[in-house]
């Protein structure tokens, strides 16, 4: 069947009514950054003080979504692509479900964040830039992953032997090798309050 019979349903309970039940807006927070650099520690930290203040959220986790919806997917720069072009749909579907979304993908890409932000709409897109030094990831190595990578067992890793793509414009730098989790998730909820984006 073409696309062309395709046709666009529209919801009977809206994405305002959502959000007001929800007594807050939805957003996507589009955690992004090195491997070790905290993106899924500090998304997580987030999200439990959301949670514990009776928000609707969901994580949208790299490994996670690799492991099911992409497991079909590698790590070539055109799999790197298309892995953030679906979740990024899925992202969108649950902020229009109400939900504070936050997704935790190294997304090394300028232009593929940049197709997420158009696809998911500029007011609902808040890229948050998990900022570390290389080095700093590098001692981390939570998954022994950098060490694969030196010894010439992984290929294409991001910050070794392909590259990383640091936002230029981030609504959010959150320096993780500077303040401890619990600090950058607060840092990310006060920014949250001040864009009127959540009540506490």
């Known amino acids: 069947m073409s696309t062309e019979n395709l046709f666009f349903h529209q919801h009977r309970v809206p994405r305002n009514l959502k959000e007001e039940r929800n007594n807050h807006k939805s957003r996507v927070l589009w955690f992004t950054g090195l491997s070790g650099s905290g993106k899924s520690t500090i998304a997580n930290a987030t999200e439990k003080l959301l949670f514990d203040e009776g928000f609707q959220t969901y994580i949208l986790d790299g490994d996670n979504v ?96 392909a590259p990383y793509e640091a936002p230029k414009n981030p609504e959010l730098i959150i320096e993780s090798d500077k303040y401890d989790v619990d600090t950058c998730a607060e840092k990310i909820v006060d920014f949250l309050i001040r864009k009127n984006i959540i009540n506490k």
Do not use: W
Request: proline share 3%; aromatic share 8%.
């Open 66 to 161: 690799r492991m099911g919806l992409n497991k079909d997917l590698g790590f070539s720069p055109e799999h790197r692509t298309e892995n953030i072009r679906r979740i990024t749909e899925v992202a969108k579907l649950f902020a229009d479900s109400g939900s504070l979304v936050l997704t935790a993908f190294i997304s090394p890409y300028l232009e593929d964040r940049l197709q997420a932000r158009e696809i998911i709409g500029q007011e609902d897109f808040i890229e948050i830039y998990i900022k570390a030094d290389l080095s700093v990831c590098e001692s981390r190595d939570p998954k022994g992953l950098y060490k694969k990578a030196r010894a010439g067992e992984i290929k294409g890793f991001t910050g070794i032997d």
